[in-house]
């Protein structure tokens, strides 16, 4: 069974500039949550995405959009990066949504941003 | 509001010792509980997890925790600690229902320094 798995591992980019992270989900799960986990910080919810929709945003601007697949893999987008964008992003998969009883999320190792 | 509050930002035990971390939460209906742990440059791992029942839980890695709603706390034990072990530990609570749609809460995290 292969667990989530994120890419690239790291990249630099610069302000302004817009990045798109990637994540494949563990086998079996339909759902995909993303978090961003500043330096010192615990992980912050960014969104969910539910067979291909998103089904809840944390408290980030439109500029960080996502999408789900088919596959139920996922993208990241964050446009116009800012300086405060870096940080290791990290994707979460799972199967169905909390409401149904579902909170146990499986983690990948995350994408490390790096704006300049 | 939901939080999530980790009061030890830094432990440092040595090794064999016993091991308390600590996680006290703020939520207006039963929680579900979980403890990651994040090896330095990796993901999240889940450790364990309470949901309802034994308020003892075991975890992995000989890891456990009590779940103690009158005093909203969720503390992290190991009797004896491996210099393995080092990493930082972070507990989360869920479901979020606020805007989230169901997502975890993190801690700031506690960093476990093990010495020898």
């Known amino acids: 069974e292969t667990g989530v798995t994120q890419s690239p591992t790291h990249l630099i980019k610069t302000r302004g500039q817009q990045v798109t992270l990637r994540c494949s989900s563990q086998?079996?799960?339909?759902?995909v949550s993303w978090y961003q986990q500043a330096l010192g910080q615990g992980p912050q919810f960014i969104f969910q995405y539910y067979r291909e929709e998103e089904n809840g945003r944390g408290n980030f601007p439109p500029r960080f959009s996502g999408l789900q697949f088919p596959n139920y893999s996922s993208e990241l987008n964050v446009n116009a990066l800012e300086l405060d964008d870096s940080a290791l992003y990290l994707c979460?998969?799972?199967?169905?949504?909390?409401?149904?009883?579902?909170?146990?999320?499986?983690f990948g190792p995350g994408t490390r941003l790096t704006v300049t | 509001a939901q939080s999530v509050t980790q009061p030890d930002i830094h432990i440092t035990v040595s090794e064999g010792a016993s091991l308390e971390l600590r996680c006290n939460y703020s939520y207006g209906a039963t929680p579900y509980l979980f403890w990651y742990v994040q090896s330095p440059g990796q993901g999240l791992q889940l450790l364990l997890k309470y949901f309802s029942g034994d308020t003892l839980v075991q975890g992995i890695k000989g890891f456990e925790a009590e779940f103690k709603r009158s005093q909203s706390s969720f503390n992290l034990r190991k009797p004896s600690v491996h210099w393995s072990d080092a990493a930082e530990y972070f507990c989360a609570v869920g479901p979020d229902y606020g805007g989230s749609q169901g997502n975890l809460i993190f801690g700031k995290g506690t960093k476990l320094s093990v010495k020898p």
């Open positions: 086998s079996g799960h339909n759902t």
């Open positions: 979460a998969s799972s199967v169905g949504l909390a409401v149904w009883g579902s909170y146990e999320q499986y």
